[in-house]
């Protein structure tokens, strides 16, 4: 059957070259066999270089004599492209062809995977191994079937799911409804027009500056909101982080807490009953994949328990590469975060380290240019935001500007700023809040 679509595909476009481009937008030479892999091969080379194939073109460049397809003997190139070319005489159904080869060649692909799976299996390979081929098959395998989708729509399709979005805004707004994902954080929230699905958001700060608190909080308040959170912390531990989110319903001394001196169990209890309440998820695991990530979330999404994801952080993410470079492997998560984010159709915030050099600015604020191992960080981003506070860097007073421009200068104590250095549908800028003593709560300003 694959010979059959493969020559009838060639003879498409011997027939009508220019359909040549239907074709390569469905299938490629790797989907073909024997001479026909190696004509397709210059169709796609000829397409490339912006020209149209045709028997002596083709002719010209392949080997003078080939074996037939049973092997048996010889025939000429010339005799096969005429026999090719008298196939159809016209290219109107080679999309049906391209689809069918397509189909033929995701079956044979599966089939090889599926053994190749059973094989490493029989070996003993580790089941991690084993999971990680078959979801990079997987994704592999759904990367061609795409090929089979038309990928473009008119623009009026689009301009009608628009107008849709927008509708369905106005009416949440009438009803009072927030029209996204709240930080709880209002200034924040008026700055980004809230978290949105589909986005990655980067939220970055130096070691100790309160990245891990801020997204604590902020998965408290998008929880609060019935708003499902699934949070993956690589570095902290679940009870560690537990801890944390107690502290932000209970006012106790977290050095008593930890001494184990407190008697404030009554208040503890509540806490506990308050964040019980809430659907946040939490994995702790302290070494995971972007595939182990891809797998539960998936998981949850279909299980109606997540609507943003929380990851800390990027850095401690398993690569599953060793053959790239740093910045490389940090662009693939990155990439492969924001290609999530949209199939799943959630926000994705993800928590990430600034570099030393933020240190040997006078005002130690962070910039673009300081995200460790940059590169498509910020290009894939959709919203980058930095964690600041004087404070933390010994400043006694800090200078916040107002919406209207008007600048202040204020004690430092308990002041953050909240630095939206990209935003890809609104303004940049700085967002002040207040944070208490241990960090443990984030207020608006």
């Not at 994902?181 to 027009?193: C, P, V």
């Amino acid at each position: 059957m694959n010979q059959k679509f493969e020559q009838l595909i060639i003879s498409s476009i011997l027939a009508e070259p220019k359909s040549a481009e239907t074709a390569i937008a469905i299938v490629g030479n790797e989907m073909f066999s024997g001479l026909n892999k190696k004509i397709f091969k210059i169709i796609e080379e000829t397409n490339l270089e912006g020209g149209y194939i045709d028997n002596y073109l083709l002719y010209s460049k392949l080997e003078n004599r080939l074996e037939d397809e049973s092997g048996k003997k010889e025939i000429s190139n010339g005799l096969y492209l005429s026999e090719l070319s008298l196939k159809v005489t016209s290219a109107n159904h080679i999309e049906e062809y391209c689809y069918g080869l397509l189909e033929e060649y995701l079956k044979k692909i599966t089939k090889n995977n599926c053994e190749q799976i059973l094989f490493m299996i029989d070996k003993g390979e580790e089941t991690q191994s084993v999971l990680n081929f078959l979801q990079s098959s997987l994704d592999k395998i759904l990367e061609l079937k795409s090929n089979g989708d038309t990928g473009f729509q008119h623009i009026s399709c689009i301009t009608e799911m628009a107008i849709k979005e927008a509708e369905d805004r106005v009416n949440r707004n009438k009803r009072g409804e927030i029209v996204g994902i709240s930080s709880g954080i209002n200034s924040l929230d008026l700055k980004l027009h809230f978290f949105n699905k589909g986005e990655l958001i980067i939220l970055a700060g130096r070691p100790g500056s309160g990245k891990t608190a801020v997204a604590l909080n902020f998965a408290k308040n998008i929880a609060h909101e019935g708003t499902p959170v699934c949070m993956y912390s690589l570095e902290m531990s679940d009870t560690s982080l537990a801890d944390r989110m107690l502290f932000s319903f209970c006012d106790i001394n977290i050095n008593s807490y930890k001494m184990g001196t407190f008697t404030e169990w009554d208040e503890l209890q509540r806490g506990q009953e308050e964040l019980s309440k809430l659907p946040i998820y939490i994995d702790a695991k302290p070494q995971v994949s972007i595939s182990y990530i891809r797998n539960h979330t998936r998981k949850m999404k279909n299980q109606n328990e997540c609507g943003i994801i929380i990851i800390d952080y990027l850095q401690l993410i398993d690569c599953e590469d060793n053959k790239r470079n740093r910045e490389q492997e940090i662009a693939k998560v990155t990439r492969q975060l924001k290609v999530l984010a949209k199939e799943i159709n959630v926000p994705i915030i993800l928590l990430a380290q600034l570099s030393r050099a933020t240190e040997d600015t006078a005002s130690k604020r962070p910039e673009l240019r300081h995200l460790r191992e940059s590169g498509a960080v910020e290009q894939d981003a959709d919203k980058v935001i930095f964690i600041y506070r004087a404070e933390y860097y010994g400043f006694r007073e800090i200078e916040l500007y107002m919406g209207d421009g008007e600048k202040i200068v204020i004690p430092s104590r308990g002041i953050g700023e909240f630095i939206v250095a990209k935003n890809r549908e609104g303004a940049i800028g700085s967002v002040p809040f207040r944070y208490n003593e241990v960090l443990s709560r984030i207020y608006n300003y």
